[in-house]
């Protein structure tokens, strides 16, 4: 079965600090790959996707980027944090059959100080 | 460009009571719809999902019908209890070869009282 992890679980950073969180996918191959932020008032907001390694698209130009250096590995970075990076951030994965559903990781809650 | 919209709460019910949460969406095409439910301080679970007209989805006594004509996918469950207590999404996928994100609702956040 498919399980998706994504570390760390909680994170507090200084403002102007970096970022990097982390999100794996086990039990599939080429997946495709999503980034959203879910700000206090629960809306969900995608902020990148990828369809394969090296391939990146960016929903939302901000403050923070994205890499897929491997199959079923996605990255999400900052190199300078704003206080508006707060939130809570969902990694999901999809494969392109026929309903294209996505299945969420447990996210990650980032409070930037 | 596609859109959901969702009775945003909080809808607070007695337990055991009837619920519904009413999802109404705008779409090219012929989107796949799906709810999901979202525990505190967790992601988000895939309840149920429909993918053509006038399917049902189902799972967990909840369920969900696709239609086209009203372009409404209402989630419904005859009993609730407490532990249903959460944020539920309605969304849509526009199929997009699957590389796209879904499109959700704001959330509707259920509070079941004992």
């Known amino acids: 079965s498919q399980t998706i992890h994504q570390w760390p679980a909680t994170l507090v950073q200084p403002v102007g600090s970096p970022l990097s969180l982390e999100c794996t996918v086990e039990?599939?191959?080429?997946?495709?790959l999503y980034w959203y932020r879910q700000a206090a008032g629960r809306g969900l907001q995608l902020l990148f996707y990828?369809?394969?390694?090296?391939?990146i698209s960016s929903e939302v130009p901000q403050n923070l980027s994205a890499s897929r250096p491997q199959d079923r590995q996605f990255i999400l970075s900052s190199k300078k944090l704003l206080l508006s990076d707060s939130g809570f951030y969902l990694c999901?994965?999809?494969?392109?059959?026929?309903?294209?559903?996505?299945?969420f990781g447990p996210g990650t809650r980032l409070t930037v100080t | 460009g596609d859109s959901v919209t969702q009775m945003e709460g909080p809808v607070t019910l007695s337990e055991e009571a009837f619920l519904t949460i009413n999802c109404t969406y705008t779409a090219t095409g012929y989107p796949s719809l799906f709810w999901y439910v979202q525990y505190p301080g967790e992601g988000l679970q895939l309840l149920l999902k429909?993918?053509?007209?006038?399917d049902k989805g189902s799972n967990k006594g909840f369920e969900a019908t696709y239609r086209k004509e009203t372009t409404s996918f209402h989630l419904e469950k005859g009993s609730v209890q407490v532990s249903d207590s959460a944020v539920y999404f309605c969304?849509?996928?526009?199929?997009?070869?699957?590389?796209?994100?879904?499109?959700f609702g704001k959330g509707t956040h259920l509070i079941i009282q004992p």
């Open positions: 429909a993918t053509k007209a006038d």
């Open positions: 990828s369809v394969g390694i090296g391939q």
């Open positions: 969304a849509l996928s526009d199929g997009g070869g699957g590389a796209d994100g879904l499109t």
């Open positions: 999901a994965w999809s494969v392109n059959s026929g309903s294209y559903e996505q299945y």
């Open positions: 039990g599939t191959s080429n997946p495709n």
